[in-house]
């Protein structure tokens, strides 16, 4: 049975645990994440969590690997630059929704079941596709340096589109007398109406993976 808080039965579990301290990074970041504010989330005391997950540490690892749980695994069914295409963009909607967990993704030392399988299917489908162990290497951490620089920049912008982008590009034209090329690059294509920072994603996704693969080329 749950543990019973101020009237109220928390239903607590590893799971649920998890459960909000995701959701209360996505609402706060990292920086600001404490059990404390976890266990104030979730309607109960700091170590009633422990009794379900050993620390915070373990929290995080968890964490990690539910992200790379929502990440879809490149498909078997198709060559591999389409395969790992369709990985990156699913790996750049995932972090959109978890801005705090691109600089996590990859730092931790105890890597979760759903982690490891990630990085066995983007193995498997780089091998696959014929690249040797060299190229494999090479298209995996120019990839997802690409996927996490790529969603650390789109995460801190602070506007990527729409009417938030149009008000904020049309507030900094007014200073840029002294920077022609910037004024103009304002003017002339951020303030274009549909400009969307993230449409730069699949393209330069796009030039990554024709190089790998002219790379790959014997």
């Known amino acids: 049975m749950g543990e ?22 996505d609402r706060i970041g990292m920086e600001s994440f404490t059990i404390r504010r976890l266990a104030e989330a979730l309607g109960t005391r700091p170590m009633t969590i422990y009794h379900h997950v050993p620390g915070k540490e373990a929290i995080i690892d968890a964490m990690v690997d539910r992200v790379f749980s929502e990440i879809d695994r490149p498909p078997t069914d198709v060559p591999w630059t389409r395969a790992m295409r369709q990985r990156c963009q699913s790996a750049r909607r995932v972090l959109a929704r978890h801005p705090w967990a691109a600089p996590l993704m990859e730092s931790r030392t105890n890597p979760g079941p759903e982690t490891l399988g990630h990085h066995e299917a983007v193995l498997e489908c780089l091998r ?3 690249l040797s162990w060299e190229m494999t290497a090479h298209a995996y951490a120019v990839l997802d340096s690409y996927v996490y620089g790529f969603a650390l920049e789109e995460a801190n912008l602070p506007a990527t589109g729409g009417e938030e982008m149009t008000e904020l590009a049309t507030a900094m034209a007014k200073s840029l007398g002294p920077y022609p090329h910037l004024a103009e690059f304002t003017t002339e294509h951020i303030l274009r109406p549909g400009y969307d920072f993230g449409a730069e994603f699949d393209f330069g996704l796009d030039l990554i993976l024709a190089g790998l693969e002219r790379a790959a080329t014997p």
Do not use: C, K, P, Q
Request: glycine residues 24%; without cysteine; aromatic residues 0%.
């Open 4 to 25: 019973t808080v101020r009237g109220r039965r928390t239903g607590l579990s590893a799971e649920a645990v998890i459960d909000g301290a995701v959701a209360l990074a």
């Open 128 to 130: 696959g596709g014929g």
